[in-house]
């Protein structure tokens, strides 16, 4: 059935406005429009049955966005969200009432602040937030700030582990959120540790509440003085790590492991420690680029905790037959008392989050069945962890 003779007319008068965008309530049967004007709504009249009428409504919606009916087709759904929809297209979705099409927009790389901010009106979920945040643009945008508040808010209703994590990585990010908002946003990882790790990913070197600085800060630091004006990774790695911002983010990352819900935040947790403490100094005739992806000297993932710390050890056996880096070497010499440091430093650096693969491929688990099974893999972390803490 064709849309009512007075639907039709009020949707033409409608669309002949300056539109941005359009949501359809299909439970009241009512068109919202955002015009330059403000919000505009129409009271729609059904000539069919509802559900029906409402596609005959998207179809004309459709017609005159994009000059043919059909509405968001399902079938390239999945490709728009990758982000494949032209930039001359994006306005034109927000014009079909689709909440796919809403998705769609919100995940392409090309979207501008005020399309954001149309789309946002459209359709408000915390799925959208996060992929609007995640592009910069929209993020240093005005509507930032107003993305980073709901996801705040919604942190306490949102059930997966991974997505609250991501939520919280996101609204962190520079400008986004008052220093108030950070601290409570900090407090609540006492109770939700997954929150710590994501102030792990982007504020590794602002982490509110300091710890006191390494015992042995200053001492170590001045031995190392000419070695970290050379740029000795190493040498520059130990002094960040003993000083105050670097023993809280230590003592952070141990706090993290008490209770991480499930694998995805221990992955994102064992990477956040690796990518803190990385060294760019490949050894054992590994590549750079394996290195910094953290695979074996195959080129395969490191999928074995205890290969990468049988393989540290020998870097400080007499009988080496490995060939260390000449930094390895200068940083030996200058602070031998610090071998056990040292070593936890390349551990740590050298153990990305494919050592979990095993465990992964075997169980399910999630929580305290979860961390009793990943207690080989996540003993050695925390013991290294420890050894660089005074």
């Known amino acids: 059935m064709p849309l009512s003779n007075e639907d039709s007319l009020r949707l033409n008068v409608l669309l002949a406005q300056k539109v941005s965008a359009i949501r359809i309530d299909e439970g009241k049967l009512i068109v919202y429009a955002l015009t330059q004007k403000g919000e505009a709504k129409i009271q729609l009249n059904p000539t069919s049955r509802n559900d029906k009428y409402v596609k005959e409504v998207k179809d004309f919606l459709s017609t005159k966005a994009l000059g043919a009916p059909g509405g968001f087709p399902m079938f390239i759904s999945s490709w728009n969200r990758m982000g494949d929809v032209r930039h001359s297209s994006l306005d034109k979705l927000l014009l079909l009432g ?15 602040a005020d399309i954001a901010k149309s789309a946002w009106w459209a359709v408000q979920s ?3 937030a996060r992929s609007m945040l995640a592009n910069e643009v929209v993020a240093q945008s005005e509507i ?21 994590l991501i939520s919280a990585r996101l609204v962190l990010q520079e400008g986004l959120i008052s220093d108030e908002e950070v601290l409570k946003l900090w407090k609540k990882g006492k109770s939700k540790n997954t929150l710590y790790v994501s102030f792990l990913d982007i504020r590794a070197d602002q982490l509110p509440e300091p710890a006191e600085e390494h015992s042995q800060y200053h001492e170590i630091c001045a031995k190392l003085s000419e070695l970290v004006e050379s740029e000795n990774p190493y040498a ?20 993290s492991f008490k209770r991480p819900p499930n694998y995805d935040v221990v992955g994102a947790l064992i990477e956040s420690i690796r990518k803190y403490v990385f ?25 074995q905790i205890e290969e990468i710390a049988l393989l540290v050890k020998t870097f400080f056996t007499e ?14 010499a200058a602070v031998p008392e610090l071998s056990s440091e040292l070593q936890a430093l390349l551990f740590l650096s050298r153990t990305p989050q494919t050592v979990l693969a095993p465990s992964i491929a075997t169980s399910t688990a999630v929580g305290s069945l979860m961390r009793k099974k990943l207690k080989p893999v996540l003993d050695p972390i925390l013991m290294n962890l420890r050894l660089l803490q005074g």
């Not at 009988?319 to 030996?332: A, G, H, R, V």
């Open 126 to 128: 915390a799925e959208n």
């Open 236 to 255: 520059v790695a130990l002094c960040k790590l003993f000083s105050a911002q670097g023993q809280t983010f230590l003592k952070t990352a141990e706090a």
């Open 279 to 303: 060294v760019v100094q490949p050894e054992a005739g590994q590549t750079l680029q394996q290195y910094e992806l953290g695979l074996n000297l195959q080129g395969e993932p490191q999928t």
């Open 144 to 164: 930032g700030a107003e993305l980073a508040n709901f996801l705040i808010e919604f942190l306490p209703f949102e059930e997966e582990p991974l997505n609250m």
């Open 98 to 112: 689709e909440e796919e099409a809403v998705a769609a927009v919100v995940n392409n790389k090309n979207i501008t």
């Open 319 to 332: 009988e080496n037959d490995i060939d260390c880096s000449d930094k390895l070497q200068e940083i030996k």
